[in-house]
Structures are given as structure tokens and as C-alpha cells.
């Protein structure tokens, strides 16, 4: 693929990681979608938050063709993705006591919902404190973090803890400390990140149990087509009208 390989290298170092999840999280994420199935059924709504970069696979759930209709994304604005500028501003809003309590209560969440909270290194106060404030609410939490930075690194929060301590459900991404998959001569910093590639095939593996599950269960559920296809916006707009009380990014 390339000259020395390290493309080669990445996209191997990738796969072994989804390798470990499959292996390993399968439980945890059949676990994240039966939750998401209950809440569903039960007439709650699903939200998504991460912050930065990690926003990036809570965003790929949303609004996306082959994906569940409800899943929606709880924003806390400056940090979805890399959206301020300068882009060094998101990073020191993740560490602002605060804000996720005030972003949370003011959003359409309630007791019955499901939050996924995504966070690679778990340790900062937002998404700490919005996995905390989201079950003092009455919401079901999970988790998608790396479990390693807990054994790693202190918590960088109030509260002293990790995303991880405040779930229901925690699936380990199984991301190195540092997310760098590669080093080579003449680099001088590891490089090649692999956080989001693993964790937005986490957060479709999620969807995907949470689909079979409702379908398991005799419940249709509301799943949205690819725009591309014929017939696929009509579709769609059956399908958000249909549950237009459990989707917020229309509005």
C-alpha cells in the first residue's frame, strides 16, 4: 500500500482492536443494546454525547442511513467535534465543572431515557459529570470509554472518578493510553490514532443489538434508509413523522 508500510501497519492495528472488542465486549455491547431496546419499548428516547473527538461516533448514530431513527445527539456547544475555533477552546471546556449539569437540564432528556456517553480517556469533568447527573435523573447510562485510562491516569474532575464509574453499562474500546497505534524512525511522536474507527464500529454494533433486540420482541423498529436509494426520503419522512415525539434533531 505504501513504501515503508505504515498504512499496512494502521489499518492492522485496527483490526486487532475490533478483533479484542468482538472477542471481548460482546456481552457489554449486547448489554448497551437491550437497554436501548427497553427504553424504546418502554416510550423512552435515546441520546448520544461526546465531546471533541469523541463526539465524532456519538454523531455517526444520528440521523444516519440504516440506523435507528430516535437516536439522538445531546450537544453541549463547543465541543461537538472540532466546531470552535481556536480548537484548543473544546479541550478546555471538557475540563469546565458545570456545564454538563446545565447542558443535560436544559435538554429534552428525562427519567427513562438512555444516555451513551462516549469518552476515550473517561477522566474529564464533562463527560464525568454527565454520566453522573444523567442517573441522579433517572437516566439509564452507558459508557464508551477505554477502560486502561483508569489504570493509567488520575481522574482530571471534581469527584475524583471515571465515565466508567457512573454507568450502567461500560463497553472498553480497548484504545492504548495515548491513542497512537504506530512509531517509525524519523517520527517523533507515536501517531496514527485508531479511537474513532474502533469506537463508531462499537456505537453501529450497539445500534445494530438494539434493532434485533425490539425486532426479537415483535416491535418494528424505526430504522431510517439511505436518502440515495429511490423512495429513501419518502421513507424517511414516514418514519420521522411516525416518531416525531421521540426525535429532536428536527426541531
Known sequence: MDGNGLAERFIDAAVGLLERVRKEECGSIAAAGELIADAYAAGGRIFAFGAGHSSLPAQDVVYRAGGLAVMNLLPVPGTVGVDVVPATLGS?????????????????????????????????????????????????????????YAGSTTPRNP???????????????KIAVGDAELTA???????????????????????????????????????????????????????????????????
Open 159 to 173: 469527584s475524583g472518578t471515571f465515565l466508567k464509574d457512573h454507568c450502567d453499562v461500560v463497553v472498553d474500546s
Open 185 to 251: 524512525e524519523g517520527v517523533d511522536a507515536p501517531f496514527a490514532p485508531a479511537s474513532t474507527v474502533v469506537t463508531s464500529a462499537i456505537m453501529q454494533a450497539v445500534v445494530a443489538g438494539a434493532a434485533g433486540s425490539l425486532a426479537a420482541r415483535g416491535i418494528t423498529p424505526p430504522m431510517l434508509r439511505s436518502g440515495n436509494v429511490d423512495g429513501g426520503h419518502e421513507w424517511n419522512e414516514r418514519v420521522l413523522t411516525e416518531h416525531a415525539d421521540r426525535v429532536f434533531y428536527r426541531r
Open 92 to 148: 478546555a471546556l471538557e475540563r469546565v465543572t458545570g456545564l454538563a449539569s446545565a447542558a443535560l437540564e436544559t435538554s429534552p432528556a428525562r427519567a427513562g431515557d438512555v444516555l451513551v456517553v462516549v469518552s476515550l480517556s473517561g477522566r474529564n469533568a464533562l463527560p464525568v459529570e454527565m454520566a453522573a447527573r444523567a442517573r441522579e435523573l433517572g437516566l439509564k447510562v452507558i459508557g464508551v470509554t477505554s477502560v486502561a
